[in-house]
């Protein structure tokens, strides 16, 4: 049962263009979200979070959306860049603190094209 | 400052063997936690260590052990592999001063059972 789900496998979009990724959850538990970024051959990075008591958390180019009600979550790149071609995976925790596990979705493989 | 840094790179072993991954963790971090990736799949949570103590487990088999060590280096050992425990294994860090929820990931060891 998959708790996080990303169910577009992949995304492409034009240079300098909006990227939207987005991300569902089912588990009401989970109280805060993050979004990772993968190039092959690397670990995920870490991009942007947010807290459920939010509902928007922005970061330069990136800004990461939250709906509650709906359970779900997206992330907005903008403008795109071909650096941004990467694996994003979004990720959910149960509870604040450096002790907490991740639940991770599939991930979402962006191409952006120059 | 050292990001977190895993060893083996790469590792092939035969079905029923036994392997052992090795994981530093990022200067400061008292806390690992391990994630098996299969291929097109997101991070699964094994288990997370803390202050060299097993602090939360995923649904994954006994035959999944680590350590902890003083220094909050880590081992992740497997006994009797199958064949589907080929997969990416990623260790993560975090700790005092982590920015919430963040976990800081090496870049993994892919470990192919023959």
């Known amino acids: 049962d998959q708790q996080v789900k990303q169910n577009s496998p992949s995304l492409s979009v034009q240079e300098g263009r909006i990227s939207i990724l987005n991300c569902d959850y089912t588990?009401?538990?989970?109280?805060?979200f993050l979004w990772y970024k993968k190039y092959p051959a690397e670990g995920p990075t870490f991009l942007i979070s947010?807290?459920?008591?939010?509902d928007k958390n922005e970061d330069g180019r990136f800004t990461v959306f939250l709906n509650k009600s709906a359970k779900h979550l997206s992330l907005h790149i903008v403008p795109s860049q071909p650096g941004d071609s990467a694996v994003y995976f979004c990720a959910a925790s149960a509870h604040t603190g450096a002790n907490s596990k991740l639940t991770f979705g599939k991930g979402i493989t962006l191409s952006v094209r120059p | 400052e050292t990001g977190v840094t895993q060893s083996p790179t790469h590792l092939i072993k035969t079905r029923g063997q036994q392997v052992t991954l090795r994981c530093s963790s990022q200067?400061?971090?008292?806390?690992v936690s391990w994630y098996q990736q299969a291929l097109g799949q997101g991070p699964q949570f094994i288990f997370q260590?803390?202050?060299?103590?097993?602090?939360g487990r995923g649904n994954f088999p006994p035959r999944f052990s680590g350590l902890q060590f003083p220094n909050y280096s880590s081992e992740l050992n497997v006994n009797a592999l199958e064949l589907d425990d080929s997969a990416l294994y990623l260790c993560?860090?975090?700790?005092?001063?982590?920015?919430?929820?963040?976990?800081?990931f090496g870049p993994g060891t892919r470990l192919t059972v023959l």
């Open positions: 993560a860090s975090s700790g005092p001063g982590t920015l919430y929820n963040e976990q800081f």
């Open positions: 947010i807290s459920s008591i939010k």
């Open positions: 588990n009401s538990m989970f109280d805060y």
């Open positions: 200067s400061g971090h008292n806390t």
């Open positions: 260590y803390y202050r060299e103590e097993e602090n």
